[in-house]
């Protein structure tokens, strides 16, 4: 069994920025690739980032391109979204999920509780 917990979700302010982490334990991490997704009230989920989780490659939604950074730690089993430069339209809970490198929510099989970030204009 795969856990995953997010944390570092907020309340702030247009123009700032907050770094969500993703702790992930259980099965061995060597094959799946990391993501972010967020959902936002009365909308769909949708990707917001992803990393492979040996190759380093990145994979990012056009909203966030130059303002999020995604990154990990594989000593730690820990993923990171390090936002910049946040506007209220990224006001969601935020969602940290394992499996294949992709932008399509069906592609990642494991899933944390979620954490919620509030950007206020």
């Known amino acids: 069994q795969v856990q995953l917990v997010e944390s570092g979700g907020g309340l702030v302010q247009a123009g700032g920025s907050l770094r969500l982490s993703c702790a992930a334990s259980g099965r061995t991490f060597s094959s799946y690739a990391m993501g972010w997704f967020r959902q936002a009230p009365g909308k769909e989920r949708e990707f917001v980032a992803g990393i492979t989780w040996g190759g380093g490659n990145t994979l990012y939604a056009d909203s966030v391109k130059g303002r999020f950074t995604i990154s990990r730690d594989r000593a730690k089993n820990t993923v990171y979204l390090q936002m910049n430069i946040l506007k209220p339209e990224d006001t969601a809970v935020y969602y940290c999920?394992?499996?294949?490198?992709?932008?399509?929510?069906?592609?990642?099989?494991?899933w944390g509780q979620g954490t919620q970030v509030t950007v206020s204009s």
């Open positions: 999920a394992a499996g294949i490198l992709s932008m399509v929510r069906r592609d990642y099989n494991y």
